[in-house]
Nanobody
Framework: QVQLVESGGGLVQAGGSLRLSCAAS????????MGWFRQGPGKEREFVAA????????GYADSVKGRFTISRDNAKNTEYLQMNSLKPDDTGVYFC????????????????????WGQGTQVTVSS
């Protein structure tokens, strides 16, 4: 199992930016595809973004395309989520997750495919 710890959440006004980090330990980070998910108040957990083991493959939810950027630094065992032009609807607890995908798939947007999760970091966007 790989251990994941998120940081970087906070309170920001609409239109502002935040950068989330996810530090991994316990296993070879580059063996894992990574993802970000979020859960807003009274909502189901939803996919935000994912990145392949090499960092070359990326995917985003339609709601964040053009505003959020996922990246990773395998030398630092860290995943990032740069969030720009934040909206109140982006409010929620953000979780990073790790998975070892099959060779046929570089990354996944399905929460059920991930078996390693962080504790989450709160992001609140005020209007």
């Amino acid at each position: 199992q790989v251990q994941l710890v998120e940081s970087g959440g906070g309170l920001v006004q609409a239109g502002g930016s935040l950068r989330l980090s996810c530090a991994a330990s316990g296993h070879t980070f580059s063996n894992y595809a990574m993802g970000w998910f979020r859960q807003g108040p009274g909502k189901e957990r939803e996919f935000v973004a994912a990145i392949s083991r090499s960092g070359l493959g990326k995917g985003y939810a339609d709601s964040v395309k053009g505003r959020f950027t996922i990246s990773r630094d395998n030398a630092k065992n860290t995943e990032y989520l740069q969030m720009n032009s934040l909206k109140p609807d982006d409010t929620g607890v953000y979780f990073c997750a790790a998975t070892q995908p099959p060779p046929s798939r570089a990354w996944s947007k399905e929460a059920a495919d991930y078996n390693n999760w962080g504790q989450g970091t709160q992001v609140t966007v005020s209007s």
